[in-house]
């Protein structure tokens, strides 16, 4: 009766409990010291040298350097794992945008007007779509117009905005 029981070895099942436990604790580790080491570049507001400090710490003394980093500096880990997301997003937002207007490529609103031209002469398109397109084009309301590209007057010349 004096010997000792360990349960987790005595019983199959345990011995699995326990070595995924440990295993699950392993990966969390490393998703917590990862996401620690982006965020000490992420910011910005960190010198060279505290960026350097904090590193150093943390694969120096990775237990201990973790869990003051959470302390001091965690508060603010996702605000600046928000912001850098909001300005991925934007970026992405901004070249689809430069995309559909087509200003990448340099489209202007004669190219617009050849391509509504050659759309109508195929039969794509009717008469009246034509002539609406057309109005956009030449109101500035189309593609180029948002673009800051060139227009047409009321007599039919090309002029600047």
Known sequence: MNEQVYLAYDFPLLSVF???FVFFLWIA???LLFRIVSDVFRDDSLSGWAKT???????VLPFLGVFVYVITRGRNMGRREMEQARARQHAMDDYIREMAK???GGSSSVDELARLSEIRSRGDITDEEFRRAK?????????SGRAGGSSFGAEGTARRD
Not at 53 to 59: H, I, K, M, T
């Open 135 to 143: 109005e956009l084009v030449l109101s500035g309301s189309g593609a």
């Open 53 to 59: 400090g904090w590193l150093v710490f943390v694969l």
């Open 29 to 31: 580790w490393f998703i």
């Open 18 to 20: 326990w070595t995924m």
């Open 102 to 104: 087509g200003s990448h």
